[in-house]
């Protein structure tokens, strides 16, 4: 059994045989001497967060220790704020890890993972299952009229107590001893769920060793696939991957449709193998420890326990709302389909269009109606320029400034950094951007904290935000390019950051928005990313620098609609098989994941030829936590962010000012201190409607 001994800020393993291993000052336990405070990632090594964990757990667990044995009487400070500041060390170490088992992870990082997975769990479950602490807490909340608290305050009191009493404090003791089980169980099958995910993205290769068939391809993705080859022993061949720069411009092109089928169901197929990586039983466990931890806390569903403090409230609101898109977005998909065979017969052929034929045929008959190639946006969308753009956008309406740092750490070396001012030129935080696709790195986009904003010793600490996505690398002679979708993942990503970077919070425990309403910053900032007077500042090709010309913009404009059919069907039907999954009141013992997914989506007419975005063995957003139950929040919020945009427009002028500032006043701003539904009404002077989504989506 291996003992632990921290002392002055080495650590010293000792292993089963007693040898012994001094590795060099950890430098999770001193201040980081670093510009802006930002995690010396050059120096941290896989040694130093185990160590970091355990003093940090300790550390903490003392903390609570003197939170309850304090003689005074429970108030909001020695109780409450107390709670709030307390684990300053753990919150350090897990802001790192976290965001770099990620975004750089390894087969070590991976175990280190799993073998904290239970000890976190039992340490947060020690803390919030604290009967003496909950008494102090609950104290405090039972008085809260008697005290002079401003709103904030009274928000984190009653945060705090509403977190206890969802976390099991109220339970009796056999209860609270099985969701100590459960909440260890639900997080370690969540870890082996994303790395297994992970494992089977990685796993699959295309190998392409003739030349002909890669024709239709784009010579970008035919230089990176000869690239990906290179890197695997295979010069002279192509490489073509699960990850989304590869599959997806692989399917929308490629001739071959041999070769198309194979990827399509090597991307569909993920975690369905039957291997050491079939995430089936995975999901079978999952949805049980769920639903069992539900009924517990006295709840018929996991959904009704999740959504109870979101927007939507209950699931009756979440399909209602799923219902209402889904039968104009699947009539319009089948409009495509029939576009699609269209196709098909131009050709002389007469087979039924499947799966791995959508998104080739999709771009001819696109092609067709608008003439309008998507690889001709391409050499305007230099990755640099659209990085601007985003900028150019932030400070036409907030007026910040991004000015990039060079002499500082960096959490790995694709990534870059920028220090973000307000107009005032008061430092606002620290942006990262790490944009290239790479194995050790999970699939998609996503936007996290190293830091997050607060205040301590009342003085404000500004955040280190990061945007992490995966994109194409360049290649020889030329710079990365990105398509339409990226573009918009782009603008998407950076409205997250700037959610973070312009809150201004005094506690931890007031920082959290609703999940369905998180997605509103991020997805509002995606309406400025095509329109005519921003592309003219960004969109420059990549050779000549010439502005994307207006016939191009044009084109662009009207296909922008072209193919929402199939974009908010295969959203919708996982959006729907979340929630199934979570609003299950039974679970049979041998439940056929796979064959719920199929009746589920099947009896609401989903077209054969669209599979749902995430299917069941690899839907990170909901099998790995965050979006469970809660997948929906991307419509949800589209409905608000379509509304807001109309603030913009009715002005006649998109970079209003005065709109941008009530916006970053009402909603960037206040983090959860406010009712969701509140900020939204005090930014816009009312409710949103529905038909916005329709126009913006052309289902209407």
């Known amino acids: 059994m291996k003992k632990l001994i921290l002392m002055a800020g080495m650590a010293t393993v000792w292993g089963a045989c007693g040898s012994q291993k001094t590795t060099e000052a950890n430098p999770f336990f001193s201040e980081y001497n670093t510009p802006f405070e930002v995690p010396p990632f050059d120096k941290i090594k896989l040694e130093h967060y185990k160590p970091a964990f355990l003093q940090g757990m300790e550390e903490e667990s003392k903390e609570v220790e003197a939170i309850v044995n304090n003689p005074e009487a429970a108030t909001f400070e020695n109780t409450i704020v107390a709670l709030d500041q307390k684990g300053s060390l753990l919150r350090k170490v897990c802001d790192v890890f976290f965001n770099q088992n990620e975004m750089d992870t390894n087969d070590e990082m991976q175990e280190l993972g799993r073998e904290l997975s239970p000890l ?47 976390n099991g404090a109220n339970l009796n003791a056999g209860s609270q001893a099985r969701l100590r089980k459960l909440n260890s169980e639900i997080a370690m099958l969540q870890l082996i769920f994303e790395q297994n995910t992970l494992k089977e993205t990685n796993d699959f290769q295309l190998v392409v060793d003739r030349k002909e068939d890669l024709a239709g391809l784009p010579e970008t993705l035919i230089a990176n696939a000869a690239e990906t080859a290179k890197e695997a022993g295979m010069e002279g061949k192509w490489v073509f991957t699960l990850h989304n720069p590869s599959v997806m411009p692989f399917l929308q092109y490629a001739e071959n449709r041999d070769l198309r089928e194979k990827i399509f169901k090597g991307y569909i197929n993920r975690g369905n193998n039957g291997n050491d990586a079939d995430n089936r039983e995975i999901v079978l466990r999952l949805i049980k420890a769920r639903l069992e931890k539900a009924k517990i806390m006295g709840y018929d569903n996991y959904a009704e326990c999740a959504l109870e403090n979101r927007m939507a409230g209950h699931a009756d609101k979440v399909y209602n709302l799923l219902d209402q898109i889904w039968t104009p977005a699947l009539a319009k998909a089948k409009e495509e389909l029939a576009d699609i065979q269209t196709e098909i017969k131009k050709e002389g052929k007469d087979f039924t269009a499947e799966g791995w034929d959508w998104r080739y045929y999709a771009e001819k008959a696109k092609q067709a109606r608008f003439n309008l190639d998507e690889n ?21 309406l907030y ?29 606002l935080g620290v942006l990262y951007l790490d944009f290239f ?194 997948y929906y929040s991307y419509i949800w919020a589209e409905v608000l962010d379509a509304d807001a945009y109309e603030a913009y427009k009715e002005t006649g002028d998109i970079f209003n000012q005065e709109v941008a500032g009530k916006f970053r006043q009402y909603i960037l701003t206040p983090g959860g201190i406010n009712d969701a539904m509140d900020m939204y009404v005090n930014f816009r002077g009312k409710e949103p409607g529905i038909e916005p989504l329709l126009k913006d989506r052309g289902l209407k």
Not at 130 to 148: G, H, I, Q
Not at 403 to 420: G, R
Not at 515 to 544: C, G, N
């Open 376 to 396: 001709e946006l391409r050499p305007y969308l230099q990755l640099e320029n659209v990085r601007n753009g985003v900028f150019y956008v932030a400070n036409k």
């Open 437 to 630: 696709s790479r194995a050790s790195k999970r699939g998609g986009a996503w936007c996290s904290s190293y830091r997050t904003q607060t205040y301590r010793d009342g003085k404000k600490v500004s955040p280190i935000v990061t945007v992490v996505c995966n994109f194409s690398k360049p290649t020889a002679g030329q710079p990365a390019l990105l398509n339409a979708d990226e573009t918009e993942t782009l603008f998407h990503e950076f409205g997250h950051a700037l959610h973070g970077l312009f809150q201004d919070v005094h506690y931890y425990g007031t920082s959290d928005v609703p999940r369905d309403f998180v997605e509103l910053p991020s997805q509002i900032d995606e309406h400025w990313a095509f329109e005519p007077e921003v592309l003219k500042v960004y969109a420059k090709h990549y050779q000549t620098g010439e502005v994307m010309p207006n016939e191009l913009v044009d084109k662009m404009d009207k296909s922008g609609k072209y193919g929402q059919g199939f974009a908010t069907t295969e959203y919708l039907a996982a959006s729907y098989l979340d929630m199934d999954y979570h609003t299950l009141k039974d679970i049979p013992e041998k439940m056929d994941v796979m064959q719920f997914e199929k009746e589920t989506l099947g009896k609401r007419g989903l077209l054969p030829q669209i599979p749902s975005r995430y299917r069941t063995t690899y839907f990170r957003h909901t099998m790995g936590g965050g979006y469970t139950a809660g």
């Open 399 to 427: 007026g910040i400034s991004f000015t990039v740092l060079q002499d500082i750490p960096l959490p790995h070396p694709d990534a870059e950094a920028f220090e973000c001012k307000d107009k005032d030129g008061r430092h």
């Open 120 to 166: 976190l769990s039992k340490h947060y479950d020690d803390i919030s299952l604290n009967p003496e602490l909950f008494k102090r807490v609950k104290t405090v909340y039972d008085n809260m009229e008697t005290l002079s608290l401003d709103k904030e305050q009274r928000k984190l009191v009653e945060e705090t107590y509403k977190s206890f009493v969802r």
